[in-house]
């Protein structure tokens, strides 16, 4: 059973509008959230991230929302661009848990120029 | 420029054949992920090292699968023996292993790409 889910496997913006990802979550003790970037043959890369004492976190385009209540966050990507097209995944921790990190499956954003 | 470096960076190999996959740790971190990426499954958690020490291997087949840290420079993956549904893309990540463990960032090297024909 995935604790962490991204239910959109792609997503096709184009270039100069905004980018939303979506992420689902069912453990509630899950307190820290983070959004890794992944180009082809590349590892991820830490992007930006969240913990749970705050509902919004912004570095320069790149903003992510929690909503506790609903288990979700999202990454809007505002103006989106054609390099930010790869593969983007949610993970999510828990304090208990270490620095251990469950991730979704992945959406892969592809921006049209 | 501090990177997680993973070799080989690609591997094919037979059913029933040994693969082992090498990770060097970024310098002076001390926890190490074994992930797997693969397209219905996303990124697993294989095994999880703390100061060399595993501490959470549960995400492994353990019949065939097998995760050590011989030194803080090294940790390696083993399959014995490979089989058709091993073929993924294993990543290894180091993080700082800092006090506020919970808040840390792991570093991903590229993976290494395995094909078991």
């Known amino acids: 059973d995935q604790q962490v889910k991204q239910n959109s496997p792609s997503l096709s913006v184009q270039e100069g509008r905004i980018s939303i990802l979506n992420c689902d979550y069912t453990n509630s003790m899950f307190d820290y959230f983070l959004w890794y970037k992944k180009y082809p043959a590349e590892g991820p890369t830490f992007l930006i991230s969240?913990?749970?004492?705050?509902d919004k976190n912004e570095d320069g385009r790149f903003t992510v929302f929690l909503n506790k209540s609903a288990k979700h966050l999202s990454l809007h990507i505002v103006p989106s661009q054609p390099g930010d097209s790869a593969v983007y995944f949610c993970a999510a921790s828990d304090n208990n848990a270490g620095n251990m990190l469950t991730f979704g499956g992945g959406t892969r954003l592809m921006v049209k120029p | 420029d501090a990177r997680v470096t993973q070799t080989p960076r690609h591997k094919v190999t037979e059913m029933g054949q040994e693969v082992t996959m090498r990770c060097q740790p970024i310098?002076?971190?001390?926890?190490v992920f074994w992930y797997r990426q693969t397209m219905m499954q996303g990124l697993e958690l294989l095994a999880y090292f703390r100061n060399r020490a595993p501490l959470d291997d549960s995400g492994m087949p353990k019949d065939r699968f097998s995760a050590e840290m011989p030194d803080a420079t090294l940790a390696t993956l083993k399959i014995q023996p490979s089989e058709p549904r091993d073929s993924a893309v294993y990543f290894c990540?180091?993080?700082?292993?800092?006090?506020?463990?919970?808040?840390?960032?792991?570093?991903f090297g590229p993976g290494t790409r395995l094909l078991v024909l």
């Open positions: 310098l002076g971190h001390n926890t």
């Open positions: 969240i913990s749970s004492i705050k």
């Open positions: 990540a180091s993080g700082p292993g800092t006090v506020a463990l919970w808040r840390e960032t792991q570093y």
